[in-house]
């Protein structure tokens, strides 16, 4: 379905995309002259509330949204497809790299545990995504499913923060990629490094390699998906077996030993590891953004996902377990701890295979976040509340051309500037806050219809959701600021949180069934999953909360001064084009006819 007038805006959007005027980013009516945005600013409470309340509808994200890029991705991938580029994205920094710094200084061997903990979280997230993937497969991800189920706003400040998440895990990746070539090439990773006395340590180590390799990420990404695949998929085959190589090599020199003591920093080390490791599962969400390329969503994308999450969790624990008993955790190495590992018990020749393994690995975590980020970046264009050039799509590619060199180029001033240690940190707390949102979400989904849930229903849901997020986040807070010995709290929080998903279960009926691929033990896995993501934000460094709120606190001002009005008159003029009934189908909310006059 198009709207009316869309064909005139058509021609426009694609004139605008061979262009960089003031209306290829701001073509909206509040920003047309100086008198209108300050009118636009002077209504600021009445659109903020509008936009508030404001639900789309999936038939919305699946065609008239996505129809705004004017020219269609392509869908040409499988579940095998997918499959490999779900392993290509997580399988990189996270385990070369923050395996061997949680090992060293914060849970020792226990960081076998760390990584199941971060797992099983990551594996409920992956429910979740994939239920939304199947149902609403558009490039947006999770933030078209947080537009439909919590709103505009929510989804958002969740937008901004899925952005950062990108574009740190991709900085992160690149300053790790320039470690392990230092190791290859029997250097140090600050020999490649341009040193700056004047820069505070933490952002004084510039690294040119880092976007020389974004650079060439983003050449082949811009080319084609299908082609990105391609590479991807031969490039994991190598990284996999590199992995197989460092489990059977590096068992052949394991000391049981090296495993006293278990856990040298105590159960709080454990959970602090979790949450920082949480940074070694990201990129499967960038998968479910593939949703609108994929051939067959309803089958491609629960294989894909699922499949691939428990491969890649047996992968990491295998390989914890390998790098602790080949060394005592105080001997790690931070920056190339399996390289390092295999030089210490005398292998010195296969530190070159680990190493150009690792490099194998973090390429295709690059890869697959470039893909990924440009589509997330390209369906928040597509509602205005970034700018519309983002948008297009490149009709001859089917790739999002400006989307990928806005991000990638973020990214690479990231990377060039900032060490590892503060990216991983903040990025885990975007990361935590994004996957708790969808699975909120996902509860909306089941439990609220309009027009279908009765107000008594809708009140009950909002209670127990209450009491899961309330219970969950006090759990936290207390485990962030108590003594490791202190349970008292737990004992009351804990069956809070069960009673709640209990109550959820028993007092409300599901207002939705899955029409293709639903979550098992709904409300528990759901519930489940923002307990353990919330508590896993208690174990992340107060500075990283610091600058959480800053970034916070950008969007919120980008969104008042801009983000709010475009979106508002996009739906307005969107509106107006279409016959009230129609519109109702497009968008739920406030923004009616008569907030038009």
């Known amino acids: 379905m198009r709207a009316g007038g869309e ?3 058509e021609d426009g959007m694609r004139r605008r995309g061979c262009s960089c005027t003031k209306d290829d980013f701001l073509p909206e009516e509040s920003f047309k002259s100086m008198g209108n945005y300050v009118k636009a600013l002077s209504e600021t409470p009445h659109r903020f509330m509008d936009r508030l309340l404001t639900r789309s509808l999936d038939t919305a994200e699946l065609h008239e949204i996505k129809a705004r890029s004017n020219h269609e991705m392509k869908r040409n991938l499988t579940w095998w497809d997918l499959i490999w580029f779900a392993i290509g994205a997580v399988i990189g920094a996270g385990i070369f790299v923050l395996t061997g710094l949680q090992a060293k200084e ?7 545990l760390s990584y199941v903990i971060s797992g099983i979280s990551a594996m409920l997230a992956v429910f979740c995504y994939t239920e939304f993937a199947v149902e609403i497969p558009v490039a947006g991800g999770s933030f078209a499913y947080l537009r439909v189920e919590l709103g505009n706003f929510v989804a958002f400040i969740a937008a901004g923060n899925i952005l950062l998440e990108y574009v740190i895990g991709g900085a992160a990746v690149a300053r790790a990629w320039t470690s392990y070539f230092a190791t290859l090439c029997n250097h140090h990773a600050n020999d490649f490094r341009i040193n700056v006395s004047s820069l505070p340590d933490d952002y004084g180590h510039l690294d040119p390699i880092a976007i020389v390799v974004i650079t060439v990420i983003c050449i082949v990404t811009i080319i084609s998906t299908k082609g990105s695949s391609r590479f991807n998929y031969i490039a994991s085959i190598i990284h996999i077996a590199v992995i ?18 278990f856990a040298p920093f105590g159960v709080r ?3 602090k590891s979790s949450a920082v490791l949480f940074f070694a599962y990201l990129g499967f969400d960038a998968v479910s953004t593939m949703a609108e390329e994929t051939k067959n969503p309803a089958r491609d994308i629960p294989i894909g996902l699922v499949g691939s999450m428990t491969i890649t969790t047996a992968a990491y624990c295998l390989l914890a377990i390998t790098l602790c008993l080949m060394q005592p955790y105080r001997q790690i190495d931070k920056d190339a701890p399996f390289s390092v590992a295999f030089e210490a018990v005398g292998m010195n020749w296969a530190k070159y295979i680990v190493a150009a393994g690792a490099l194998k690995g973090m390429t295709t975590v690059l890869l697959v976040g470039a893909v990924g980020q440009a589509r997330y970046l390209t369906h928040i264009a597509r509602t205005h509340m970034m700018p519309p050039w983002l948008a297009q799509i490149h009709p001859k590619t089917g790739t999002p051309i400006n989307a990928t060199i806005v991000m990638l180029a ?6 060039f500037f900032t060490e590892l240690s503060i990216l991983s940190n903040l990025l885990s707390i975007s990361t935590l806050f994004i996957y708790t949102l ?27 959701t209450a009491f899961i997020l309330g219970s969950s986040g006090i759990t936290a807070a207390y485990w962030a600021l108590s003594s490791e010995n202190d349970w008292i709290a737990y004992a009351i929080t804990v069956p809070i949180w069960f009673l709640a998903t209990l109550a959820l279960q028993v007092l409300v009926p599901q207002a939705r069934t899955p029409k293709l691929w639903g979550v098992p033990l709904v409300p528990w896995f759901p519930s489940a999953s923002i307990a353990i993501n919330v508590f896993l934000l208690g174990s992340i460094d107060r500075a990283s909360f610091v600058r959480f709120a800053v970034w916070t606190a950008i969007l919120l001002i980008y969104y008042f001064l801009v983000g709010l009005h475009a979106s508002y008159d996009t739906a307005k003029e969107y509106g107006e084009n279409q016959a009230a009934e129609e519109y109702k189908k497009a968008e739920e909310g406030a923004v009616s006819a008569t907030n038009y006059g």
């Open 244 to 261: 197989f190589f460092i489990i059977i090599a590096g068992f052949t020199k394991a000391d049981t030993k090296n495993y006293t003591p």
């Open 410 to 415: 973020a990214t690479a001033i990231i990377a």
């Open 438 to 464: 969808v699975a909120a979400a996902l509860l909306v989904r089941r439990y609220y219809v309009s027009g279908v849930t009765t107000p008594a229903d809708r009140n009950k849901l909002i209670i127990c």
């Open 106 to 112: 914060v849970s020792g061997p226990a960081v076998l």
């Open 269 to 271: 080390g454990i959970f």
């Open 7 to 9: 064909a005139g805006g």
